[in-house]
């Protein structure tokens, strides 16, 4: 049977429709495009979310606590669980309000009382028991903090006090590295308990304790134990795929094509992970491999984003969880910070434009309902994600 031809003028019509609709579409992609953000716009998020952090820091100067909980908590022992998430609750904290800058008289108050209340703690901070290493997160964001109250300290003693805490932390953190290479966070699925861990490292959690560790070295001079840090790199580098993404943890080495495992799962870990590896000196992660996880991870943030908010971790596709966001969206700043400096302004503007439009009315933001602990958290990520987004945008020419 013979196919009738299309008439002229339909097909006139059919192609200037489809010209149409391609405008339409196109207008509305340039009306979604996040607008240009300015440094003031940064400074008054900040602000805000300083606020947050001043009004809501405990009387003894941590962030966070034990309460809000819900149906479905976070696995964690009694006391100790709770003292490793209060304290890398209150390091993120307290390092994302020093990072702003703000020289308000209530902010310098609300530094002094959390620098006392590290000073006091972080020294106490152990593993909880045996099926649990949250501690690892206390030791990395403790780093973190201690870091900065040196950085701002005048006076030598005092200088060397919070040199003395970091190296503390450092030495404490080694006493929970595993066996297999590396930190995590649970052992609990084998029934076996043993005084050095030997459970399940993750490729993320190492990568947040080298870092912290190599930027207490870096500023501070303390002493890290080489042959740990080279074994712990290598359980990283065990955890990375050809095309530069990290299983979730050790285990998870033979089943790398989990939803978990690939691209989207991993575009929060492969920021902290490459951004380690490179700074080790692992000549792999390349200025292309950073690029192209930047890139990947701006494009793609609304699969991390997706997670936000949700009640069950891994529920999001690709099995992401809420906690992933904040995080993901701090270890991208420490990975585009390795790149050309050129290169830092343009995703800069991409980053704030992305997290400005999410914070709070209250000031905070956060990602994952845990216990009283998601917002002091979140808002530390985010401030010191911001910290580096204006300081790359103001070096712009």
Known sequence: MPVKS???????????????????????AETTKPKDVTIAEIDAAMKRGVDFLVGHQNTNGSWGGPTKTKGLNIYAPLPGAHHAFRAG??????????????????????????????????????????????????????????TRLYQRETVAAKKAKWKELAQQQSDLANRYEDVNGGWGYLDIYD?????????????FTTATVLLAMVEARDVMGIKLDDKLIRHAAAGITAQRTPDFAY????????????????????????????????????????NEVLTTWADRFLAREGFLSNG??????????????????????????????????????KYAKQLAASILPLQEKDGSWWDYPLYDYHQPYGTGYTLMALAWCRKAMAESP
């Open 6 to 28: 299309i008439p002229l003028r339909r097909r006139i019509r059919n192609l200037c429709g489809s010209l149409l609709a391609l405008t339409a579409i196109s207008a509305a």
């Open 89 to 146: 609750a209150s390091g993120l904290a307290l390092a994302g309000m020093i990072d702003t800058g703000d020289k308000r008289p209530e902010v310098l108050a609300s530094i002094e009382k959390a620098g006392a209340w590290a000073a006091a703690e972080l020294p106490k901070l152990r593993r909880a028991d045996q099926t649990t290493t949250y501690n690892a997160w206390g030791h990395a964001y403790g780093l973190r903090a201690l």
């Open 191 to 203: 029934n076996l308990t043993t005084q050095k861990p030997s459970g399940i490292p993750t490729s």
């Open 247 to 286: 299983v979730y943890s050790f285990t998870h080495r033979m089943r790398p094509r989990l939803d978990i495992n690939r691209p989207a799962g991993s575009l929060a870990r492969s920021q902290s992970c490459n951004a380690c590896l490179r700074i080790l000196g692992d000549k792999a992660v390349t």
């Open 308 to 345: 936000r908010k949700r009640p069950v971790p891994h529920e999001a596709p690709f099995k992401i969880a809420g906690y992933f966001y904040y995080y993901g969206i701090y270890y991208f700043t420490i990975s585009a910070n390795l790149l050309p400096k050129e290169t830092h302004a």
